[in-house]
């Protein structure tokens, strides 16, 4: 028996899922960016809790009380005006002198029309409701006017009694200050922080490139410093690099000696040979170790892969020039083009095994080579294209392969050790790169390089 969730759960889930999916791809990919974002976002959202309830509670309260007491001093005065008409002379030298109002009274006439309010204006709505709520007789209101203030008209008795107060008796017209300087010190802590985050994100960025450029084959000249967390990460590091290059060299110095003996061994079949009558024998025999020792070379140089060359300034186009004459002297047309800046720091030999790979497979293959390099957007890339048979898409994979050898789908009479595309994609690799293999123009085979640099 399966349980199922009910459809709006599923469409729950999937719609959760889809917004974290929509919010992740919006979100900054950067260590820095989203070390100000945690320090950003509860600084903007206190601000907003703070702002929120000191402009709808607080300045709203304080509004509502202010014009409370001025409409309660305009009820006092229409009260005792309507007592004692005689009294209005006395009455307005006490409302200018001791509760800041201007009052006077008009003949009896209508009120104005109303005036257009603002859309936001909290003084037109609390005092419409104490004017309302206290005196209850009809008024008019005008509040937009002249800004800093105020003209109430209330029909009375005997006329019209028309109130002009200043706006800062009924609004709280300074909470604006509250605000700027909260926004200054939120700025200046900002400022602080990212200042602080910028020196605790830099050790990082350090150890990133020192990592990078020491996957690259260029110097490193690293000091781990930093929060105590960013160090013990560039003491491991450090450690690390110590252990690869210890086991480079010892992996070197073996190959060396391998190399030294094995290349002492042949040397020595080909002398014994020398001194062997000629025959059909002595040609297979001689073919054998000049292919023994072809097949030597490839297996050290897929063991040494780039190891032990340090990277420095290369003309990619000079390099790619030696190629094309050494190509057309098998007798194999073929054309460079190069464009952008052709100085390329690179490990020069590695990246000429590289190439000469490439080109050597091109030229086993097919009749028409065409190198075309390009160094642009920080990437160094080359295309060597040819007119042969091509690899299936389908085998394109096991090309790089060690061991692997495809001649089947592309030529029987010529065979080889199954490591020349292997031992690229490992030197460009190296170089932080990647080969890929695709249809070429020429209609036979592209090999692309692309190498940041």
Same mark, same amino acid.
């Given at each position: 028996?399966?349980?199922?969730?009910?459809?709006?759960?599923?469409?729950?889930?999937?719609?959760? =899922?889809?917004? $974290? *999916?929509?919010? /992740?791809?919006?979100?900054?990919?950067?260590?820095?960016? #989203? &070390?100000? +974002? %945690?320090? !950003?976002?509860?600084?903007?959202?206190?601000?907003?809790?703070?702002?929120?309830?000191?402009?709808?509670?607080?300045?709203?309260?304080?509004?509502?009380?202010?014009?409370?007491?001025?409409?309660?001093?305009?009820?006092?005065?229409?009260?005792?005006?309507?007592?004692?008409?005689?009294?209005?002379?006395?009455?307005?030298?006490?409302?200018?002198?001791?509760?800041?109002?201007?009052?006077?009274?008009?003949?009896?006439?209508?009120?104005?029309?109303?005036?257009?309010?603002?859309?936001?204006?909290?003084?037109?709505?609390?005092?419409? =409701?104490?004017? $309302? *709520?206290?005196? /209850?007789?009809?008024?008019?209101?005008?509040?937009?006017? #002249? &800004?800093? +203030? %105020?003209? !109430?008209?209330?029909?009375?008795?005997?006329?019209?009694?028309?109130?002009?107060?200043?706006?800062?008796?009924?609004?709280?017209?300074?909470?604006?200050?509250?605000?700027?300087?909260?926004?200054?010190?939120?700025?200046?802590?900002?400022?602080?922080?990212?200042?602080?985050?910028?020196?605790?994100?830099?050790?990082?960025?350090?150890?990133?490139?020192?990592?990078?450029?020491?996957?690259?084959?260029?110097?490193?000249?690293?000091?781990?410093?930093?929060?105590?967390?960013?160090?013990?990460?560039?003491?491991?590091?450090?450690?690390? =690099?110590?252990?690869?290059?210890?086991?480079?060299?010892?992996?070197?110095?073996?190959?060396?000696?391998? &190399?030294?003996?094995?290349?002492?061994?042949?040397?020595?079949?080909?002398?014994?040979?020398?001194?062997?009558?000629?025959?059909?024998?002595?040609?297979?025999?001689?073919?054998?170790?000049?292919?023994?020792?072809?097949?030597?070379?490839?297996?050290?140089?897929?063991?040494?892969?780039?190891?032990?060359?340090?990277?420095?300034?290369?003309?990619?186009?000079?390099?790619?020039?030696?190629?094309?004459?050494?190509?057309?002297?098998?007798?194999?047309?073929?054309?460079?083009?190069?464009?952008?800046?052709?100085?390329?720091?690179?490990?020069?030999?590695?990246?000429? =095994?590289?190439?000469?790979?490439?080109?050597?497979?091109?030229?086993?293959?097919?009749?028409?080579?065409?190198?075309?390099?390009?160094?642009?957007?920080?990437?160094?890339?080359?295309?060597?294209?040819?007119?042969?048979?091509?690899?299936?898409?389908?085998?394109?994979?096991?090309?790089?392969?060690?061991?692997?050898?495809?001649?089947?789908?592309?030529?029987?009479?010529?065979?080889?050790?199954?490591?020349?595309?292997?031992?690229?994609?490992?030197?460009?690799?190296?170089?932080?790169?990647?080969?890929?293999?695709?249809?070429?123009?020429?209609?036979?085979?592209?090999?692309?390089?692309?190498?940041?640099?």
């Amino acid at each position: 028996m399966s349980l199922t969730l009910p459809s709006y759960v599923q469409r729950t889930g999937d719609a959760w =899922r889809a917004g $974290t *999916r929509w919010l /992740a791809a919006r979100m900054p990919k950067g260590l820095y960016a #989203r &070390s100000l +974002l %945690i320090v !950003i976002l509860p600084v903007v959202l206190l601000q907003g809790v703070i702002v929120y309830f000191f402009m709808e509670r607080h300045w709203q309260q304080v509004t509502l009380r202010m014009s409370s007491s001025v409409v309660a001093e305009i009820a006092s005065i229409i009260d005792l005006y309507e007592a004692n008409p005689q009294t209005f002379e006395q009455l307005d030298r006490v409302a200018v002198k001791r509760l800041g109002l201007d009052i006077d009274l008009l003949p009896r006439q209508p009120l104005p029309p109303a005036v257009d309010k603002p859309f936001f204006s909290i003084l037109d709505t609390y005092l419409s =409701r104490e004017l $309302t *709520r206290q005196i /209850a007789r009809p008024f008019w209101i005008d509040t937009v006017g #002249r &800004s800093n +203030l %105020i003209e !109430i008209r209330i029909q009375v008795e005997n006329g019209v009694l028309r109130i002009i107060t200043h706006r800062n008796q009924a609004y709280a017209s300074n909470s604006h200050i509250f605000i700027v300087w909260m926004v200054i010190a939120s700025l200046v802590l900002l400022a602080v922080a990212v200042a602080f985050l910028r020196n605790q994100i830099r050790p990082i960025l350090r150890l990133a490139r020192a990592a990078e450029d020491f996957g690259k084959g260029r110097d490193t000249n690293f000091a781990p410093h930093g929060a105590r967390e960013v160090r013990q990460a560039g003491h491991a590091f450090l450690e690390m =690099r110590d252990r690869i290059e210890r086991t480079i060299d010892q992996r070197t110095a073996m190959l060396n000696g391998v &190399s030294h003996d094995l290349r002492t061994i042949l040397t020595r079949f080909k002398l014994s040979l020398a001194m062997l009558p000629e025959g059909p024998e002595l040609e297979e025999l001689q073919g054998d170790v000049v292919e023994m020792q072809r097949m030597l070379e490839a297996y050290l140089d897929f063991a040494r892969g780039s190891a032990g060359e340090a990277a420095e300034d290369t003309d990619i186009r000079e390099l790619l020039e030696q190629l094309r004459l050494d190509a057309e002297r098998h007798g194999h047309p073929t054309s460079v083009k190069f464009s952008g800046d052709s100085i390329v720091r690179v490990r020069p030999h590695s990246l000429k =095994r590289l190439l000469a790979n490439l080109v050597g497979n091109a030229q086993r293959y097919g009749k028409t080579i065409a190198i075309d390099g390009s160094n642009a957007d920080h990437f160094l890339t080359v295309h060597v294209d040819d007119d042969g048979p091509g690899i299936p898409a389908n085998k394109r994979d096991d090309a790089f392969r060690p061991f692997v050898r495809l001649d089947a789908s592309r030529n029987q009479d010529e065979g080889g050790t199954g490591l020349g595309l292997a031992i690229a994609r490992d030197i460009a690799r190296t170089h932080g790169g990647e080969i890929e293999l695709s249809d070429s123009p020429l209609g036979g085979l592209r090999a692309t390089i692309s190498i940041p640099v």
